[in-house]
């Protein structure tokens, strides 16, 4: 059973950072088959960020600000966030799936980030 975990959500005002973690468990994975996504209220779930050819890649709304990361020691992946606008709020899950190329099939349970103006 594939099970991830995010932590590292929180309240911050805008212009601050923040740095979410998501550990997976049950399969090793690669960074490829690994994303960040987040769903603001009334909004649909967007993708933020994941790699491609080990290459990561952005929504243009957070180019310049957030970073994708991993450590496959850890089976962990990062996604720092600087310079957070409150356009930025929303829950923010991580997402695996089973081939670089597949859907996004496993979910984590979402973390909450709130920015503040």
């Known amino acids: 059973q594939v099970q991830l975990v995010e932590s590292g959500g929180g309240l911050v005002q805008a212009g601050g950072s923040l740095r979410l973690s998501c550990v997976a468990s049950?399969?090793?994975?690669?960074?490829?088959?690994m994303g960040w996504f987040r769903q603001a209220p009334g909004k649909q779930r967007e993708l933020v960020a994941g790699?491609?050819?080990?290459?990561?890649y952005y929504a243009d709304s957070v180019k310049g600000r957030f970073t994708i990361s991993s450590d496959s020691t850890k089976n962990t992946v990062y996604l720092q966030m600087n310079n957070l606008k409150p356009e930025d709020t929303a829950v923010y899950y991580c997402?695996?799936?089973?081939?670089?190329?597949?859907?996004?099939?496993?979910w984590g349970q979402g973390t909450q980030v709130t920015v503040s103006s």
């Open positions: 997402a695996a799936r089973a081939t670089a190329m597949g859907v996004f099939e496993y």
């Open positions: 049950g399969r090793t994975y690669s960074q490829n088959v």
């Open positions: 790699f491609r050819w080990n290459v990561a």
